[in-house]
Structures are given as structure tokens and as C-alpha cells.
T-cell receptor, first 115, second 114 residues
Framework: AQTVTQSQPEMSVQEAETVTLSCTYDTSESDYYLFWYKQPPSRQMILVIRQEAYKQQNATENRFSVNFQKAAKSFSLKISDSQLGDAAMYFCAYSLRSNDYKLSFGAGTTVTVRA | NAGVTQTPKFQVLKTGQSMTLQCAQDMNHEYMSWYRQDPGMGLRLIHYSVGAGITDQGEVPNGYNVSRSTTEDFPLRLLSAAPSQTSVYFC?????????????FGQGTRLTVV
């Protein structure tokens, strides 16, 4: 079974500053996907960014970028120029390419943004 | 386009009662899944379906049943509710594109069992 670990239950960042969320995962597979999901107070799960394991280039989506270290099984999320609307719980998730509809989630990191 | 619709949004049950959480999607997606979210544990997969008539167990299936008679609907049944089933439940529908799966989540059902 794959496990996803988020070691930071809570993170706080000043508006316009940068915050980095950590995620590590355990797998014996080589072909998989990694995701970051955002869950605001509305409870809606929103996909922030996705990384394919066979791609060495780190994914970016506007102010969100990842640092994917396959050998270290590490997948951190950097939020740049933080905005009040970034306040939410962030989940790291993993799926195998062969059955990519089955997601394994970490416990989540709550991000608060200070004005 | 409604996406993934879950009903109800909130529910309180007494121990031993049964109920069905409804999930419907209008995107013609093959894959549908149920997750539960508990504090400090993230989302855990309960059951999933890869198409009409096909279902399988996820990580935490005990106490839950599912069926998939149509592409659109994937209800989750609690047979005899227990306090341990107090949780927030999410339904998701997914499809595979050339670059991998894309998942869409409903807004969740907060269930309390007393």
C-alpha cells in the first residue's frame, strides 16, 4: 500500500510572502501521479497542481509550483505571493498510472494567510 | 453543467439506522468513488466503480455498500450506522485523458451518528 505523509499540520504565511508545504510518499512503483488539492472552508476539493512521475520537469500553475524529488520521494508545494484566498487545507495525493482513479491522500496541512 | 452532486449536505443519524448518500454526475465519467474525511487522516477510499455494474472495495469498506446501475449514479449505503461512521463523505467522478486522470469532487456530506 502507498502512504502519503504531510508532516506539517499547520503553516502560517504573511500576505505576499512565500510558503512551502512538504509531502513525502512511500511507493515501490515507478509510474505514478502526484497531486496537490486545496480544500477551502466550503469543503470543495480543488485540484491545484499535478505531476507525472516520469517527467523530470517540475509542474507550475501560476503562483503554485512543486519541487519533485523522485529519488527522495518528496513532493513539496510552493505558494508564491500568497493571497488571502489561498487560506485553506492542502492535501497531497498519489495515484498509480495503472489505476489512476484511486487516490491516496495525506492528512493535510492547514494554511492561514495573515493580512 | 452541475458536475458532481451529493445529497444531503448534512445528516444526523441514530446508531443502528440505515441511510443512503446520493451521488450523481452529469459528465459521463467512467470512474466514480466514495471517500471519507476524518480529522488528521485525510481522505480515505471507501468504494469505487470503473463503470456501470462494476464496483470494488477501497481502503475502508466495512459497514458500507455501493451499487452502480447507471453511469450517472453511485449511491453509498450505510447498513447500520455506528458512531465511528461520523465523518464527511465525498463522492468523486473521474475520467482518464491522455495525460492521466482528472477527478471532480462533490461538495461533501457531513454525517453525524449519535
Amino acid at each position: 500500500a502507498q502512504t502519503v505523509t504531510q508532516s506539517q499540520p499547520e503553516m502560517s504565511v504573511q500576505e505576499a510572502e512565500t510558503v512551502t508545504l512538504s509531502c513525502t510518499y512511500d511507493t515501490s512503483e515507478s509510474d505514478y501521479y502526484l497531486f496537490w488539492y486545496k480544500q477551502p472552508p466550503s469543503r470543495q476539493m480543488i485540484l491545484v497542481i499535478r505531476q507525472e512521475a516520469y517527467k523530470q520537469q517540475n509542474a507550475t500553475e501560476n503562483r503554485f509550483s512543486v519541487n519533485f524529488q523522485k529519488a527522495a520521494k518528496s513532493f513539496s508545494l510552493k505558494i508564491s505571493d500568497s493571497q488571502l484566498g489561498d487560506a485553506a487545507m492542502y492535501f497531497c495525493a498519489y495515484s498509480l498510472r495503472s489505476n489512476d482513479y484511486k487516490l491516496s491522500f495525506g492528512a493535510g496541512t492547514t494554511v492561514t494567510v495573515r493580512a | 453543467n452541475a458536475g458532481v452532486t451529493q445529497t444531503p449536505k448534512f445528516q444526523v443519524l441514530k446508531t443502528g439506522q440505515s441511510m443512503t448518500l446520493q451521488c450523481a454526475q452529469d459528465m459521463n465519467h467512467e470512474y466514480m468513488s466514495w471517500y471519507r474525511q476524518d480529522p488528521g487522516m485525510g481522505l480515505r477510499l471507501i468504494h469505487y466503480s470503473v463503470g456501470a455494474g462494476i464496483t470494488d472495495q477501497g481502503e475502508v469498506p466495512n459497514g458500507y455498500n455501493v451499487s452502480r446501475s447507471t453511469t450517472e449514479d453511485f449511491p453509498l449505503r450505510l447498513l447500520s450506522a455506528a458512531p465511528s461512521q461520523t465523518s464527511v463523505y465525498f463522492c468523486a467522478s473521474s475520467y482518464s485523458s491522455g495525460t492521466g486522470v482528472k477527478a471532480f469532487f462533490g461538495q461533501g456530506t457531513r454525517l453525524t451518528v449519535v
